[in-house]
């Protein structure tokens, strides 16, 4: 069992950045693949950046790839994501979300099994 818990969302205006944690506890933290995704309102929840369980592989988004980062410290049990040239089409709640598919870099999020509730992050014009 792991339980997530991000924080680092806030308002931010277009053109900023913010920088969001997911603290994990449970056992095992580094054996799992770590995801970040969004959802803003009305819409369905879309994958954002994922990272291998060693941290050498990483996955981003179309969207938002050369503005955000996805990191993690295994030695801390945290995952971050780094969010530059923030805009405002990236509002939304962002959650982070492991899988036990560690070295699997999954889009879908039918292949996390363990999700955080989320923090806010909202970007004005």
């Known amino acids: 069992q792991v339980q997530l818990l991000e924080s680092g969302g806030g308002l931010v205006q277009d053109g900023g950045s913010l920088k969001l944690s997911c603290a994990a506890s449970g056992r095992a933290f580094s054996m799992y693949s770590m995801g970040w995704f969004r959802q803003a309102p009305g819409k369905e929840r879309e994958f954002v950046a994922v990272i291998s369980w060693g941290g050498g592989s990483t996955n981003y988004a179309d969207s938002v790839k050369g503005r955000f980062t996805i990191s993690r410290d295994n030695a801390k049990n945290t995952v971050y994501l780094q969010m530059n040239s923030l805009k405002p089409v990236d509002t939304a709640v962002y959650h982070c979300?492991?899988?036990?598919?560690?070295?699997?870099?999954?889009?879908?999020?039918?292949?996390?099994?363990?999700w955080g509730q989320g923090t806010q992050v909202t970007v004005s014009s």
């Open positions: 979300a492991a899988s036990r598919r560690g070295s699997y870099l999954s889009i879908a999020t039918r292949d996390y099994d363990y």
